[in-house]
């Protein structure tokens, strides 16, 4: 029997084994899966169309016709980890496709692009009193605007002073500080000196002295 009439008999075979419906989805599943053969390993970086195509074979489980869990179908056919693929579905999700077009165009993350969301509306980008079309060909008017947005949303999200705890980080700083200073001094106190070496010593230890006595009468001030 040639190659051609073995594989007339094996799909002959196949068709009595599988019904219709189940070819159907093998062949649509083969369909997702050849798309793309390995998503980007950074979730921003894939295309929408990847995303939908990544959802549409989690919500379907069309994966199990393969005899794969989401996790092997994910590892094995897609090329990332589950977890990659199901951030990528969440993003999809929350943001919808210009997530991901802007994020392929200035690496912004979906952490940063949640601070500024609210500049996004009807596939548009609001920035300084104008609507950028969210699109490739608009990739680095994207890339300024995003970038202006980020360093203005990292401003406003900064927390406030606190100032007892900056005092309280002053002194933990302080105290390390000077425990290092003693402990330096007293390791050339050890040292195998000579006599102007022990001399420069004990001017460096009168001077230090002098200082702290200075700090001391301002703070008794």
Known sequence: MDQTARALAVFVFLGYVMSKNDIEDGLELGTWLGRRQAFSIVAGRCSAADAQCLRELRESKKYRKLGLTWEQCCKQRAG???????????????????YFVIAQVTGISSKEYRRIHGSVSNHKLLHGGQEIPIAPE?????????????????????????????????????????????????????????????????????ETIGKLQFIDVQVKV
């Not at 890339?143 to 360093?151: D, F, G, K, M, P």
Request: proline share 5%; charged share 35%; hydrophobic share 45%.
């Open 80 to 98: 990332i980890g589950r977890s990659t693929a199901d951030e990528i579905i969440r993003n999809l999700e929350e943001f919808g496709p210009d």
């Open 138 to 206: 608009n990739a680095t008017r994207l890339a300024v605007a995003i970038e202006e947005l980020r360093r203005e949303s990292a401003a406003v999200s900064e927390p406030a002073a606190d100032p007892e705890t900056d005092v309280a980080r002053a002194f933990a700083k302080t105290g390390r500080t000077l425990e290092a200073a003693v402990a330096e001094l007293d390791r050339l106190r050890l040292m195998p000196l000579d006599v102007a070496s022990r001399a420069r010593l004990r001017s460096l230890v009168t």
